[in-house]
Structure formats: structure tokens, C-alpha cells
């Protein structure tokens, strides 16, 4: 019996003959299967000593398991983080407009011709808790927009050229982009982490419409306008052939309508 384990011999020489207490159970009886287990090991006292290759296969047990889940892991606590941002800054604007109607009267009334810089100015801005506005094309050469697609964003909501736009910093980091598209209403941008990347529509970045007629709704949603094709679309529409499906194929712009229409959740097969 060794007295030290400086004095256990190394991997392929003699060992002192144990039972199998080091490792009991399934995981042993499974390392003893793959005859990845020897049952002679160094033994000081009470102390049962590990083989190289013992240790060895451990760590790549454990290695494959990491590799497994740690990115699921990530990918959910994205989903979870982007939702509760998204939900947390719809509230936002949803609060700033009932807090507006008291002062206002009610969004019916609201003046429908005003671009967005305007708009913010007049209904929203007293309203809301924001650290920074960002113009136009500060926003465009700090945080350029991509499509789900992956293609360059090449709409006026979040374009350089969009003098009329307006953009706002929440507290918590979400950004809120306000613009003047036709007398349907403002489009309403909600970027859940504000200028940090990817800034990617249907990842980071949703649209909304406000209009006085219909309050604020999800693109793709019920009241955006028929002219725009965005209408009252089922769950299949809204992922469907449409060019501005959620989809990895689409523009993504009806993302925020599908997160919506699946009671605030970002669902299995939401293209992430």
C-alpha cells in the first residue's frame, strides 16, 4: 500500500488492487462499460486516487454536456431579456399616451399630420423618462439598421435622411423612435437595448403604428393600415409569404405582431 501519492505509480504500471467505491452508481458502471475504467488505483489512507484517462474522459463528459446546453442557455436568457425590454418599453409608450389624453383629450382628437419629431414634442415628451435624443444621422452612423433577412434596412423610420424622426433613450438603455409616415398615423420603433448591436428588425428592433383611430398596434396587427397590406392577419399570415413576414426570410417588420398575437412570448418557432 502506498504511503504518499507521490509514491502511486503512473498510468500503465502496477496498481494496488480496490473495489469500485471511487465511482458508484450508473456513472461508473457506464465508464466500466466503455472499459474506459480501470478498478486498480492508488490508495493513501481513505483517499482513492483518479487515473489520467479517468480524468481525461470526465472532462470531456462534462465539455460535450457545456457545448450542449451553455448555448441554449444563452439563446434563452436572450429571448427572456429582449422580451421583458419589449414589453417594459411598449408599457412605456402606452403610459405616455394615457398620461397625454389627460391634458390633450383623447387620441381621436390628436393632431394626425405631424411628423414625428413634432408629435414627440407635443404629445409624448413631457410624458416619458429619457436621458438622451438622438438625431437622425447620429442614430444612422452609430447603429445602422439590418432586416431579418440580413439585408441593409432601407425604409424612412430609421433612415439618416428621416430629419423628421425622432429618437429618445430611455433609462433603462431601450430606444423609442417616433416617425411620420402618412396620415395613418406615426410609426413607433422600439429598440430594446438602443444603439448596441445586432440592431436587427425582429431581434432587437420591433414596429409599432399609433394612429388616433386605432391607438397603438403591432405592424401586421389589427388597425395597421390595409393599404399598407399589414391589416388583421392570422398567426400563419403574419409568418407566412408576406415580404414583411417574420421570417428569416422576410423584412421582419410583423415580428412584433407575432410576439403579440402569442400573448407576449417568444415562441419555439419564432425565427431567431
Keep these: 500500500m502506498f504511503k504518499s501519492f507521490k509514491d502511486c505509480p503512473p498510468p500503465g504500471t502496477t496498481y494496488v488492487a480496490t473495489s469500485g467505491r471511487v465511482f458508484k452508481g450508473r456513472f ?31 472532462l470531456g463528459i462534462i465539455g460535450v454536456v457545456a457545448a450542449l446546453t451553455i448555448p441554449a442557455v444563452i439563446t434563452n436568457y436572450q429571448k427572456h431579456e429582449t422580451l421583458s425590454r419589449l414589453k417594459k418599453a411598449y408599457s412605456i409608450v402606452q403610459q405616455a399616451i394615457k398620461l ?13 399630420n405631424l ?27 452609430m447603429a445602422p439598421r439590418k432586416l431579418l433577412n440580413g439585408s441593409n434596412y432601407g425604409g424612412t423610420t430609421y433612415a439618416s435622411g428621416s430629419s423628421s424622426a425622432s429618437n429618445f433613450i430611455l433609462s433603462d438603455g431601450s430606444m423609442i423612435t417616433l416617425n411620420f409616415v402618412t396620415t395613418d398615423g406615426i410609426w413607433v420603433g422600439i429598440d430594446t437595448n438602443g444603439i448596441k448591436k445586432p440592431n436587427q428588425i425582429g431581434k432587437d428592433t420591433f414596429l409599432f403604428l399609433f394612429s388616433p383611430k ?8 389589427d388597425g395597421t393600415p390595409d393599404a399598407w397590406s ?36 417568444i415562441a419555439k418557432d419564432y425565427p431567431w
Design 100 to 112: 397625454s389624453e389627460v391634458e390633450n383629450e383623447s387620441v381621436a382628437n390628436w393632431d394626425n
Design 214 to 221: 386605432h391607438g397603438l398596434q403591432p405592424l401586421g396587427g
Design 28 to 58: 461508473y458502471s457506464f465508464l466500466n462499460f466503455l472499459g474506459l475504467v480501470s478498478k486498480k488505483r492508488c490508495y493513501f489512507g481513505k483517499v482513492y486516487g483518479f487515473t489520467l484517462a479517468e480524468v481525461l474522459v470526465t
Design 230 to 265: 399589414y391589416g388583421t392577419y392570422s398567426r400563419e399570415s403574419i409568418m407566412g409569404s408576406g415580404s414583411n413576414r417574420c421570417s428569416k426570410t422576410g423584412t421582419g417588420y410583423w415580428c412584433s405582431a407575432l410576439i403579440m398575437n402569442d400573448q407576449w412570448e
Design 115 to 141: 411628423n414625428g419629431h413634432a408629435f414627440f414634442e407635443k404629445y409624448i415628451k413631457k410624458y416619458v423618462q429619457y436621458t438622451q435624443e438622438i438625431t437622425p444621422a447620429e442614430l444612422w452612423s
